[in-house]
């Protein structure tokens, strides 16, 4: 990586020596950064959260703190095709016109259109005054061509399941005139938005609520159910692979994504092979704090396992699983989803409602971002909610390790941090960030918690910050590789670094730093617990380009607390920090060092 100014001439000729090999490399054909962007330019959504499902809100206006909040809307088939060859887009522009107008801020202070992420689709899981499981959103028109087809609630529909003593409805995926009407309304809807200007992205919405599963097993086994349908289930593998291609033709300029989880295993791998290959994006409808099938293993792949294996190629559109769960939740889920580097977010409501501001701007700074460009690089310490189950040929598991956003934490000797959950953290108890944590282990001999920048993240001005339980007065320290040795920048915890028994956040700038693994085990940086207590610790942040706030004061290294600032303990994040500029220290050491080098020529001169 990019280092700061060399400190000296043997420092200067590593840099030298480095740049080298990068430009030998990136001609070489060999560098691994920007692999994705080499592959062709897709088209990109507006990097934003999107509201599900909102109609006209300004919130530029009502919550601006909010960040960048788009609009995630969708329509019916039925209501869009009343005739074959026949369009009324009136329901679909009365909703757009809703957002004309409207602005949103990015992070970068551009300002554009309220984006609108939009879906048109036929299968739902309920519609209002609807007595069966499912509601078949097909116009009737289809099926009164196709013949024979059974009715529901006065509707013609493509299949009536029984069971358990209910009915379920699915459409006819396995009638290729069914297919086919489909497929006619989608090129005609991309005639007529591809390039909307509030249109921002869309979705190959196919099976149920839009995503690649004909049923869910509400009160009755219907995924058994409907696979005993002749043909019913290789149609809808015919339906999915049609539709992800003429999507692709009807909107050449607009990104599109298919929802391909939940969803079973096999549908999830397949589909997640099939849209890399067509330049089609993936939306896991699955963000959770973590879940019992969140990884797979051998012949079976989890809910997040497309974006884990294709994030590097294929273009990646979260969203949340559900509104229930509360700010704990909502906060865990957005760093779930921040792992696999999407280029936006659809949300239920309650994710911006009951979530701190300052988070929910963190997040909207790391959408649609890559390592070249993200402003900085972190990891959030936790473990697995749920360990793996294995079958043999198979398993699933939550997801190992930590939430990490291009900053890995590495599992040496010397650094086996061990996972906490909120009972044994001495503190912080009414704190969402205390759901898990990692501290080191001195008993065990692992006083450090060790990271590695990903090595296509390059900067000018390091820096770090650490989320780190204020428990105790004892000292920790952030260490890193200057060039020609280990720097150690110590503190005391204590009232200066804010509410004790609570987490602080502390960021201080690193001096001459130098990411190359220089440190035990591949690190770059790494926390250290100073052998009198071990660190309880939430997040580290890694800043290649940092800019201290400038009315924030230089503070100076001291043995004992210095009098400062206090945070306001809360159940949100606060937006509290300490600022720790080591410039200062470091020059000193500098000059010192300077001096002494004068002197020793000095008394060499005759």
Request: some cysteine; hydrophobic content about 40%.
């Amino acid at each position: 990586m990019a280092n700061r100014w060399p400190e000296d001439a043997a420092k200067e000729a590593t840099a030298w020596l480095l740049l080298i090999l990068i430009v030998l490399a990136v001609v070489g054909g060999i560098s691994e950064c920007g692999k994705a962007e080499a592959q062709g330019v897709e088209p990109t959504p507006v990097p934003a959260l999107y509201k599900m499902f909102d109609y006209g809100t300004d919130y530029q206006s009502l919550h601006p703190e909010w960040g960048a909040v788009g609009s995630y809307q969708w329509v019916l088939w039925r209501d869009v095709n009343p005739a074959r060859g026949t369009y009324d887009w009136s329901l679909v522009d009365a909703n757009l016109a809703k957002e004309e107008g409207l602005r949103v801020t990015l992070p970068d202070g551009s300002e554009v259109p309220k984006p609108v992420l939009f879906m048109a689709l036929a299968s739902l899981s309920g519609a209002p005054s609807w007595a069966a499981t499912f509601y078949d959103g097909t116009p009737e028109w289809v099926y009164r061509e196709m013949g024979d087809r059974p009715t529901v609630n006065g509707r013609l529909v493509g299949h009536a399941l029984e069971g358990c003593g209910l009915t379920a409805v699915v459409p006819a995926y396995e009638s290729s005139t069914w297919r086919q009407a489909f497929y006619n309304m989608i090129r005609a809807l991309g005639k007529r938005y591809d390039e909307h200007p509030q249109v921002s992205a869309i979705v190959v919405a196919t099976g149920l609520d839009g995503e690649t599963q004909m049923v869910k097993n509400w009160g009755c086994d219907w995924a058994t159910i409907t696979a005993s349908v002749p043909g019913l289930g290789s149609g809808f593998g015919s339906f999915v692979e049609g539709a992800m291609i003429v999507y692709k033709d009807a909107f050449p300029n607009t990104p599109v994504y298919i929802a391909n989880a939940p969803g079973g295993s096999g549908m999830r791998e397949w589909t997640g092979s099939l849209a890399n290959s067509h330049g089609v994006g993936l939306k896991p409808n699955a963000g959770q704090v973590d879940s019992q099938n969140h990884r797979g293993y051998g012949n079976y792949w989890g809910l997040w396992d497309p974006p884990r294996v294709y994030s590097d190629t294929a273009s990646i559109f979260g969203e949340t699983w559900s509104g229930l769960g509360g700010p704990e939740a909502y906060y865990w889920t957005y760093a779930a989803m921040l792992h696999y580097h999407p280029a936006a977010l659809s949300v239920h409501p309650e994710f911006l409602s009951q979530s701190d501001p300052e988070w929910l701007q963190f997040v909207g700074a790391h959408l649609g971002v890559t390592v070249e460009t993200t402003p900085d690089v972190w990891a959030i310490l936790r473990d697995w909610e749920y360990p793996k189950d294995d079958w043999g040929p198979g398993g699933v598991s939550g997801h190992p390790g930590d939430w990490t956003f291009w900053l890995t934490r590495i599992d040496a000797e010397g650094s086996r941090a061990p996972r906490v959950w909120r009972a044994t953290i001495p503190g912080a108890q009414d704190d969402v960030r205390s759901r898990q944590a990692r501290r080191t282990d001195e008993a065990a001999g692992q006083p450090w918690i060790s990271f590695d920048v990903d090595d296509c993240y390059v900067g000018d001005d390091w820096a770090l910050e650490v989320t780190i339980l204020n428990a105790g007065s004892d000292e920790f320290a952030v260490e890193y590789w200057d060039g020609t040795r280990v720097r150690s920048l110590a503190f005391h915890k204590g009232i200066w670094l804010g509410e004790p028994s609570e987490w602080a956040t502390l960021v201080t700038t690193l001096p001459y730093a130098v990411m190359d693994g220089s440190l035990d085990g591949g690190a770059d940086v790494r926390i250290s617990s100073e052998g009198d207590g071990d660190e309880y610790v939430h997040m580290v942040i890694v800043y290649g380009n940092f800019a201290a706030p400038a009315a924030t004061p230089t503070a100076t290294r001291t043995t004992s607390p210095p009098p400062t600032a206090t945070a306001t303990p809360t159940t949100q994040p606060t937006a509290s920090r300490v600022y720790f500029q080591a410039e200062s220290q470091a020059l000193a050491e500098l000059s010192k060092r300077v001096n002494t080098l004068e002197t020793k020529v000095a008394e060499l001169e005759p």
